[in-house]
């Protein structure tokens, strides 16, 4: 893999105001996460095309700030392989300033 020699398609996907600053891909590229700061949780996108974001729709979201613990500072985010675990990292609201990894069984 290299990303010295690159173009981009001129493509976007526009998803809300809000930022998201951690994405992720199913293994079939079909299915993209998002994650961020200011949103609630984790949005599950199904895209048309494998691996293209030209169109896709929200399929699901999965709220993290009402679990325990809540996060409060999102940064990123990882699905497993295997699609059965998700880790996020981030600050939970008993200890700001404090980044960790959370970890999800799905």
Do not use: C, H
Request: glycine content about 10%; aromatic content about 12%; cysteine-free.
């Amino acid at each position: 893999w290299s990303v010295s020699s690159n173009s981009r398609n001129g493509t976007s996907f526009a998803i809300s105001n809000d930022p998201f600053t951690g994405i992720d891909f199913s293994d079939d590229g079909r299915t993209m996460f998002l994650f961020g700061p200011n949103v609630s949780g984790v949005a599950q996108f199904a895209l048309s095309s494998a691996w293209s974001i030209d169109a896709g729709f929200l399929q699901q979201e999965l709220n993290t700030v009402d679990q325990s613990p809540n996060i409060t500072e999102a940064r990123g985010i990882v699905i497993a392989d295997s699609g059965r675990r998700m880790y996020l990292t981030g600050t939970s609201a008993g200890s700001p300033g404090d980044f960790k990894i959370f970890q999800y069984s799905l």
